[in-house]
């Protein structure tokens, strides 16, 4: 019968690999997942203060109070960047887990290229509605 530690062994994620050597792109995207989760620290705890402690809390939050808000570009774009961060923390840890786990070639390729267009999908409707968010619809 097999041991706990032959288990881990067979099993064992690639990223323990003692001769597993980044490549410069994994060392960008190790230092943007420290300095993004950094910022998304602070980014979620304002977005969380605002919309849900300041005032009637999230009772006010409703389609006069988001037209209001985003009648300015500063909270525009402090929406867009907690987008865009948020979306690519998550997707690059994603693939992350993904390389480490997932063993076959063509069904990590397979996966990961969901990912991205599920990525890339998420990002330009966000974008979009941000950028094109018209409060005169509302009325």
Do not use: C, Q
Not at 27 to 54: C, D, E, K, P
Not at 64 to 84: C, I, M, Q, S, Y
């Amino acid at each position: 019968m097999a041991t706990v530690e032959d288990i881990y062994r067979k099993h064992k994620p690639r990223a323990f690999k003692a001769d597993r050597r980044p490549s410069r792109s994994e060392v960008w995207w190790w230092f943007f997942m420290r300095i993004s989760g950094i910022i998304l620290v602070f980014l979620v705890l304002i977005h969380l203060y605002v919309m849900h402690l300041v005032g009637e809390g999230v009772e006010r939050v409703n389609f006069a109070f988001v037209a209001e808000r985003w009648d300015n570009v500063g909270w525009k774009t402090f929406d867009w960047v907690l987008l865009v961060l948020a979306l690519l923390h998550g997707s690059n840890g994603l693939r992350i887990i993904i390389d480490d786990y997932v063993r076959r070639d063509g069904v990590r390729t397979a996966i990961k290229g969901a990912l991205y267009a599920v990525t890339t999908v998420l990002m330009i409707m966000g974008t979009a509605v941000i950028a094109t968010f018209d409060p005169s619809l509302g009325s």
